[in-house]
């Protein structure tokens, strides 16, 4: 049963420390995407990849925020510095596009907390 | 721009009642639809999509191009069937976009 693993699941770190997020694809899913989610927001789209290509990464605060796919079986996105409103649960995804659309299968999330 | 809204934030309902999850959308193009249901602790999953027309674990939706909507129905809700519901939008090659969700509460 193919899923996608993300790493790690909880992460407490003070205001100001990078923070790092990791995902593992599905394999032969060309697209990804980061949500985050929030109580008041529901999921908000942080970043998007096809073929290892970011498409649209919009959502994201350039400021602090990256995200990268180094090889078609790893996902990151790292935040730096971190702020305590960056608390949220963060979720990858991947897809693959098929007839009536991109069904994407997600990660349980890492859950980040900045003290 | 690609839209979901989902008017309510929660939906209370007694087990047996009929529940309806609104979701309305905003898209030029030709819409593909989905709902994704995360039950509590565990990871979104999709229920399902407007093309397939299926019914999965007594849900169904359909696309209504005129009202811009795909509600999501069910004739007897149960208990089990409490948990957050997100429309999500996508087309073509682009992203996928969620509402903000809709958290449905099955009460015995």
């Known amino acids: 049963d193919a899923r996608v693993t993300q790493t790690p699941r909880h992460k407490v770190t003070e205001m100001g420390q990078e923070v790092t997020m990791r995902c593992q694809p599905i394999?032969?899913?060309?697209?990804v995407f980061w949500y985050r989610q929030t109580m008041m927001q529901g999921l908000e789209l942080l970043a998007y990849?096809?073929?290892?290509?970011?498409?649209?990464d919009s959502g994201m605060p350039k400021d602090r925020f990256s995200a990268e796919m180094p090889d078609a079986t790893l996902a990151t996105l790292k935040i730096q510095p971190s702020e305590p409103r960056d608390s949220a649960v963060y979720f990858c995804?991947?897809?693959?596009?098929?007839?009536?659309?991109?069904?994407?299968?997600f990660g349980q999330g890492t859950r980040l907390t900045v003290v | 721009a690609q839209r979901v809204t989902q008017p309510e934030k929660l939906l209370s309902v007694f087990k047996g009642a009929p529940v309806e999850l609104k979701c309305n959308y905003s898209?030029?193009?030709?819409?593909?639809l989905f709902w994704y249901v995360q039950y509590s602790r565990q990871r979104l999953q999709l229920l399902l999509r407007h093309i397939s027309r299926e019914s999965i674990k007594g849900f169904t939706a359909d696309l209504n191009k005129g009202e811009t909507s795909f509600h999501l129905k069910k004739p007897f809700a149960q208990e089990e069937d409490s948990a957050m519901y997100y429309c999500?939008?996508?087309?073509?090659?682009?992203?996928?976009?969620f509402g903000k969700g809709t958290m449905l509460l099955v009460s015995p």
């Open positions: 990849f096809r073929n290892r290509a970011p498409l649209d």
């Open positions: 394999l032969g899913h060309n697209t």
């Open positions: 999500a939008l996508g087309s073509g090659y682009s992203t996928l976009t």
């Open positions: 898209y030029s193009g030709s819409p593909e």
């Open positions: 995804a991947s897809g693959s596009r098929l007839q009536g659309g991109t069904e994407a299968f």
